[in-house]
């Protein structure tokens, strides 16, 4: 029903283990939404309430008190309007292009809702991890847009666009429209897939959109294998992790998808799961896979079975005791190039002409959805990459979140062992900020670590009891 922002030639798969009133003539500037009245003090009281409920409740309250503010805005459906936010946002919506679920159009005014998320205090107080299946992306800015009519929700109508505008900060490097979509935990994940957030895409808008397209010549794999689920629950074992990362790691080398997985495997958007078990050889036992495409699962399948056992003399038996769960998900190449043509899409031409200056002073971006939106490119660098372990000796209810230095990423850890947390394939040597939260006997606690990714993972201790103000503070020092 929606419709894409690019136009892609080729795409990959990515191996990854897991586990936007006025007339076009005028900007409207929109007011803040509500201000946040009540004092930090205050919070700490609500603090001590939300630790009751767990881990969930203070990440809620710290995404309320310390999140980026949502403003709203009044528009005039039947004309195009332009909006500025806060932070430099601007977005674009076409005349008469919000429509209600059922495709009719409003009868009521029509009020849009926008929050902006730019600094990596943002990210961590609403959890905004920067991956995309998997793959870490260095983020420009992102956006969460919603409209009403009344009470009800609105969506883009079918075939529609709406225009997203990100400040450039200053570098001339291309970026491109991601879709986020959050778990049953609050995991965020971006796709360039519309489809992937639970909407049907209608491309017919956007086949004539011929200024910026990306041109991709190559598939690449990636690979990360992570220890997901544990039978028995062997103790956790540094050594055994590293071996199936270098399994991992040859797969990434070694496997060449044939012209019948490229042209059949990857015409969806659809993500696939699979559980990989080993032997007490070494050696891959058996490749389970969710429903998704036979091709896929025949080629991957076979290809694993048949690769080199993994030695590990003396740790045979937890080798064979563990599951490894794989994510599999489509994502475009990151070797690519810009093709400049002549031809520009009546929308995108309308864009330029409305707001000056557009894609000199902003990444301009065309969004098929509502939501979740942001301004992405996939972050690649040449150089050893690890899994990075964050243990909190053994600290329950607990959620870890890494933010780079020296780079606009942050993600969430996945739980690999009891207060042991992995993120995957990060780039060793990177500067990193770790930052903990727990809830100890419901009294919520935080502990803080400035490390650089290793090989050898990073110790966390020192879980203290905090106040909001601390908390807002400590995230003020990020850079």
């Given amino acids: 029903m929606k419709a894409t922002g690019k136009v892609f030639i080729l795409g990959a798969v990515v191996f990854s283990a897991i586990l936007f009133s006025c007339g076009s003539d005028a900007d409207n500037k929109g007011k803040e939404g509500e201000n946040k009245t009540d004092s930090l003090a205050q919070a700490d009281v609500e603090l001590m309430n939300a630790g009751k409920n767990g881990i969930a409740g203070v990440y809620q309250l710290i995404s309320e008190r310390l999140g980026p503010t949502k403003e709203t805005f009044v528009i005039d459906q039947t004309k195009d309007s332009v909006i500025t936010c806060a932070k430099g946002t601007k977005l674009f919506i076409e005349a008469n292009s919000l429509v209600l679920e059922d495709g009719s159009a409003p009868k009521e005014k029509v009020t849009v809702e926008v929050q902006e998320f730019y600094s990596k205090k943002d990210f961590f107080a609403a959890q905004l991890a920067t991956v995309s299946n998997g793959v870490m992306l260095e983020s420009g800015g992102m956006v969460n847009v919603s409209a009403t009519s009344?009470?009800?929700?609105?969506?883009?109508?079918?075939?529609k666009e709406m225009a997203v505008l990100f400040p450039r900060s200053g570098n001339a490097d291309q970026k491109d429209v991601f879709y986020g979509s959050k778990d049953s935990v609050g995991n965020m994940n971006w796709d360039q897939n519309p489809s992937s957030v639970n909407n049907s895409v209608d491309t017919s808008a956007t086949k004539k959109e011929k200024r910026m397209i990306t041109v991709y010549n190559t598939l690449?794999?990636?690979?990360?294998?992570?220890?997901?689920?544990?039978?028995?629950?062997?103790?956790?074992?540094?050594?055994?992790?590293?071996?199936?990362?270098?399994?991992?790691?040859?797969?990434?080398?070694?496997?060449?998808?044939?012209?019948?997985?490229?042209?059949?495997?990857?015409?969806?958007?659809?993500?696939?799961?699979?559980?990989?078990?080993?032997?007490?050889?070494?050696?891959?036992?058996?490749?389970?896979?969710?429903?998704?495409?036979?091709?896929?699962?025949?080629?991957?399948?076979?290809?694993?079975?048949?690769?080199?056992?993994?030695?590990?003399?003396?740790?045979?038996?937890?080798?064979?005791?563990?599951?490894?769960?794989?994510?599999?998900?489509?994502?475009?190449?990151?070797?690519?190039?810009?093709?400049?043509?002549?031809?520009?899409?009546?929308?995108?031409?309308?864009?330029?002409?409305?707001?000056?200056?557009?894609?000199?002073?902003?990444?301009?971006?065309?969004?098929?959805?509502?939501?979740?939106?942001?301004?992405?490119?996939?972050?690649?660098?040449?150089?050893?990459?690890?899994?990075?372990?964050?243990?909190?000796?053994?600290?329950?209810?607990?959620?870890?979140?890494?933010?780079?230095?020296?780079?606009?990423?942050?993600?969430?850890?996945?739980?690999?062992?009891?207060?042991?947390?992995?993120?995957?394939?990060?780039?060793?040597?990177?500067?990193?900020?770790?930052?903990?939260?727990?809830?100890?006997?419901?009294?919520?606690?935080?502990?803080?670590?400035?490390?650089?990714?290793?090989?050898?993972?990073?110790?966390?201790?020192?879980?203290?009891?905090?106040?909001?103000?601390?908390?807002?503070?400590?995230?003020?020092?990020?850079?």
């Fill in 150 to 159: 009344g009470s009800q929700k609105l969506e883009l109508g079918s075939g």
């Fill in 220 to 479: 690449e794999w990636f690979g990360v294998i992570e220890n997901a689920i544990v039978v028995d629950k062997p103790p956790f074992d540094n050594d055994l992790a590293k071996v199936i990362q270098n399994f991992a790691n040859h797969f990434d080398d070694n496997f060449k998808p044939s012209k019948k997985l490229v042209k059949e495997g990857l015409q969806n958007g659809t993500d696939f799961h699979a559980t990989l078990k080993f032997d007490k050889s070494g050696k891959v036992s058996s490749v389970k896979f969710k429903p998704g495409d036979a091709v896929l699962q025949e080629e991957i399948s076979g290809y694993l079975k048949k690769m080199p056992k993994i030695e590990i003399p003396g740790k045979e038996d937890k080798l064979s005791k563990c599951e490894y769960d794989f994510h599999f998900g489509r994502r475009t190449s990151q070797k690519a190039s810009q093709v400049e043509a002549k031809d520009l899409s009546p929308f995108r031409k309308k864009v330029l002409k409305e707001i000056s200056n557009a894609e000199v002073e902003y990444y301009v971006l065309s969004s098929a959805n509502l939501g979740w939106i942001n301004c992405d490119k996939f972050y690649n660098t040449p150089g050893e990459k690890t899994n990075f372990f964050v243990n909190t000796q053994g600290a329950e209810d607990t959620r870890v979140f890494l933010l780079f230095n020296d780079i606009k990423s942050g993600m969430n850890g996945g739980i690999v062992g009891s207060g042991r947390f992995s993120f995957p394939n990060l780039p060793v040597g990177y500067a990193v900020k770790v930052i903990a939260i727990s809830t100890e006997n419901g009294n919520p606690k935080l502990a803080t670590a400035e490390t650089k990714v290793s090989t050898s993972g990073y110790e966390l201790q020192e879980f203290k009891s905090f106040s909001m103000d601390k908390l807002d503070q400590e995230l003020g020092l990020l850079k």
